[in-house]
């Protein structure tokens, strides 16, 4: 499965499959990480090195620290990019987030009520598209502030759907 890795300024592709990590450099090297548990560490094998990561969870992505450096990193697995890409929102704007929809379709369902409070990743809307169901979540945490379609409505690509407030605003 292909991923878009983004470590400050710099993004990554990476293609995680049975024989490894593929970068975009076309170079496959074996890669494992696990996991300590009931804590924050990470111990990561990639090719021949390792590293002892602890990585903590953050609205927007993680923040990964290792042999006294940190790392604020963001990952997307392909269809996110796609869904990101196409509706040309950012999850990493400071502002009022508008959920938009990916692509012409059907509102099956809202998962949210105005006023609520959402985490990254938290399901907002369910869209059918193209004879698929497809959950839209959301980016970062925030407060539902408006939404914008019924179940059962019909919507044009780049519609807005959800409106979010970024938290503590």
Do not use: C
């Not at 502002?95 to 990916?102: D, F, M, N, T």
């Amino acid at each position: 499965m292909k991923y878009f890795v983004t470590i400050g300024e710099e993004r990554v592709e990476v293609d995680l499959g049975s024989g490894g990590a593929t970068f975009g450099t076309g170079e496959t090297v074996p890669v494992e990480l696990a996991a300590v548990p009931g804590t924050a560490l990470r111990h990561l094998l990639l090719g021949d090195d390792g590293w002892r990561l602890t990585v903590v969870r953050e609205k927007d992505g993680w923040t990964i620290s290792t042999g006294g450096r940190r790392f604020r990193v963001r990952v997307e697995d392909e269809r996110t990019h796609a869904i990101r890409e196409m509706s040309g929102v950012d999850g990493l704007d400071a502002g009022p987030q508008e959920l938009r929809a990916p692509m012409p379709g059907l509102v099956v369902r809202v998962l949210v009520e105005a006023g609520q409070e959402v985490e990254p990743g938290d399901g907002l809307v369910v869209m059918e598209a193209m004879k698929m169901e497809n959950e839209l979540r959301a980016d970062a945490a925030g407060r539902v502030a408006e939404i914008r379609v019924e179940e059962g409505a019909t919507v044009a690509q780049g519609q807005v759907l959800v409106t979010l407030e970024a938290e503590g605003a």
